[in-house]
């Protein structure tokens, strides 16, 4: 085991997700560090593992029944050494501070990769937003900001949605933000089009992530046109990867939530995909309903217990997952194997384990690392920042042109990584490596800080 993760795990034994991700990077840049003598000796490895700043705080707020609830907020802010942190949030019951680090480390490297000046940081809190009434949201995101917003600000740390965290709870936190402040800043990314929003910003995680993975097929002549998707999840991530690619001419055949997931052999086309948005961004139900609505589609009951996720033995030349971390396992890796696909595309941070990653390493198979592929999320998160400081909105056509731009460089950026550090098709490689060398490169110039 590397001194590094022998460092980490003494530390804090039990961040299982935050070990996972700097193993996956330490494993990659150790020909960058036997090559670098000066990141050892400024110590840059020990470093970049430890957040610049971590805060706790509590999130007292009223339900409504007039019941006090308690919940834990989160803010880590990992390395600002390219830029302001930049952060994802989110609301999910599994947060802690281990799914906080991991986010926030895997961010560090993304937003590098992205060219924009960005760092990175994560927050969140461990609050369950399923079941809540829109005025609990509310008032639980007030509560929430009125300790985030000492932490947060358009040169601090800026902040965007993540996992239960939608336009709904932007704007609440947005709200209360320019209350406190008293200032109409962007110290949020995320906003609705008429108070500061961008353009694309809504699609771009899952957009980028199906230009990336267009990008992948064309190093092997291949297109998305006519290709059988898997997709997981039916949230912000999974429902613009699975436009983009029905608009590519691809045939998207699952979608998933934490409960179950559904199978439409016929395809799920732009109305189903409307019906799907309609049910999880407004009515906020459950993706069962769907089989419910479309006669020919099945719907199966996952149990997240279990090692392995029937939605992946289906059939299909590619595969999106955008569900959440560790969602593909061992035994889910080989079904993706055996069922002939040749594309992963991770439109989520992490989702497959560390033994499933290794498989399709091993058997060559186009493989996208979450920090290569989903990095349209941030990157247009850095475009919204633009326009904010310039005070003027871009036209959405102009925005995507900019996404496909930073996507296909990062794409690049990558596959010439991976190459000259004589691990050719290596995405992984590639991204850990290139977004590692800029970072430290910073670290080195800004000293000892
Ligand atoms: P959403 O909250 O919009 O959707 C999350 C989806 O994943 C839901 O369908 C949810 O189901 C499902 N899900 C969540 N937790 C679990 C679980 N433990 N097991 C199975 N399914 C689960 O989040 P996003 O779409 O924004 O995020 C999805 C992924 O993409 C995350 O990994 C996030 O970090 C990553 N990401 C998001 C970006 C963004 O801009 N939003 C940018 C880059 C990456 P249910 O409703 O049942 O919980």
Known sequence: MSYILEIIKARDPNEREFHQAVQEVIDSIQPVLDQNPQYRQAAVLERIVEPERMITFRVP?????NNVKVNRGFCVEMSSAIGPYK????????????ILK??????????????LPLGGGAGGSDFDPKGKSDDEMMRFCQNFMTELYLHIGPNTDIAAGDIGVGSREIGYLFGMYKRLRNEFTGALTGKGLNWGGSLIRAQAAGYGCVYFAAEMLATRNMTLDGQVCLVSG???????TAEKLIELGAKVITLSDSSGYVYD????????????????????????????????SVYTPVDANSDF???WSHRAACAFPCATQNEISEQDAYAIINNNVKLI??????????????????????????KAANAGGVAVSGLEMVQNSMRLNWLGKEVDQRLK?????????????????????????????????????????????
């Open 405 to 449: 731009i930073i996507m296909k460089g990062i794409h690049k950026t990558c596959l010439e990584t991976a190459e000259a550090y004589a691990t050719p098709g290596n995405y992984l490689n590639g991204a850990n490596i290139s977004g590692f060398v800029k970072v430290v490169d910073a670290m080195l110039d800004q000293g000892v800080v």
């Open 102 to 115: 991991f986010l926030a480390f895997e961010q560090v490297f993304k937003n590098a990769l992205t060219t």
């Open 345 to 370: 595309c991770e439109g989520a941070n992490m989702p497959c384990t560390s033994d499933a990653t290794d498989i399709f390493i091993d058997k060559s198979i186009l493989y996208a690392p979450g």
């Open 61 to 65: 707020w009223l339900d409504d029944q």
């Open 234 to 240: 039916a949230g912000n991530v999974a429902q613009h």
């Open 309 to 311: 996720n029937p939605l």
């Open 87 to 98: 952060s994802a949030l989110r609301f999910h019951p599994s947060v802690n501070q281990s």
């Open 265 to 296: 052999p016929e395809g799920i086309d732009r109305d189903k995909l409307a019906y799907v948005k309609q049910l999880k961004n407004i009515r906020r139900g459950r993706i069962r309903e769907y089989a419910d609505k479309y006669s020919g």
